[in-house]
């Protein structure tokens, strides 16, 4: 099945500065990445997502970009704010019937003010 | 207007004891899952099913079977609770697009403590 790595697992940034959180995934028939939030106590809740013919998306602060050939991806929020601070989850999602939407470790992202 | 629902939010309950989780949701979507969050928050996926058929079935003990009467309900029935199985329980759904998955939904979670 699918595998999707993360990391880092804890992230601090000042508030105004950028934030990196990085995935790779190993099964090449991935074809949907999808970044929730999830907020302590809450559930995960999407944010952004990228599919696989698309190399980067971007919506507000927050931009996504997809390396298919590398097989990662990675998440970036510039001018973080304390609000952004939550656990931060990728996910890979394979095309076809296996239907299965596999999730990275998630990273704490804090943002100090 | 709740889009997936669970029920219910707490459960506490002793070990050995049988319990179930209830899941609903009301987007119209093909797929649910189960996902267990442990206390390092990994979100562990536990079963997805489509239509009422089970598509995947992880590395479970055989005390979890989920059942799906229709495909806007998937229900987790636990046998024989033990400590280990205390944890966030999280049903979620999306909708399969020619083979390609769209944003999943997640219930509120059900949070589960054997004692």
């Known amino acids: 099945g699918e595998n999707v790595e993360q990391h880092p697992s804890t992230l601090s940034v000042q508030e105004g500065d950028s934030a990196v959180i990085k995935c790779t995934y190993s099964d090449s028939a991935s074809n949907y990445f999808p970044w929730y939030k999830q907020e302590l106590g809450k559930r995960p809740q999407l944010i952004i997502d990228i599919r696989s013919n698309v190399g980067e998306k971007k919506d507000q602060r927050i931009a996504v970009t997809l390396n298919k050939t590398a097989k990662h991806f990675s998440l970036h929020i510039t001018e973080t704010q304390p609000e952004d601070s939550a656990v931060y989850f990728c996910a890979a999602s394979i095309k076809g019937s296996a239907r299965q939407l596999t999730f990275g470790s998630g990273t704490q992202l804090t943002v100090l003010p | ?115």
């Open chain 2, 1 to 115: 207007d709740t889009a997936v629902s669970q029920t219910p939010k707490y459960l506490v309950t002793q070990m050995g004891n049988d319990k179930s989780i209830k899941c609903e949701q009301n987007l119209g979507h093909d797929t649910m899952y189960w996902y267990k969050q442990d206390s390092k928050k990994f979100l562990k996926i536990m079963f997805s099913y489509n239509n009422k058929e089970l598509i995947i079935n992880e590395t479970v003990p055989n005390r979890f079977s989920p059942k799906s009467p229709d495909k806007a309900h998937l229900n987790l029935h636990i046998n024989s609770l033990e400590l280990g199985d205390s944890a966030v329980y999280f049903c979620a759904s999306s909708q399969f697009l020619g083979g390609a998955g769209t944003e999943a939904f997640f219930g509120q979670g059900t949070r589960l403590t054997v004692v």
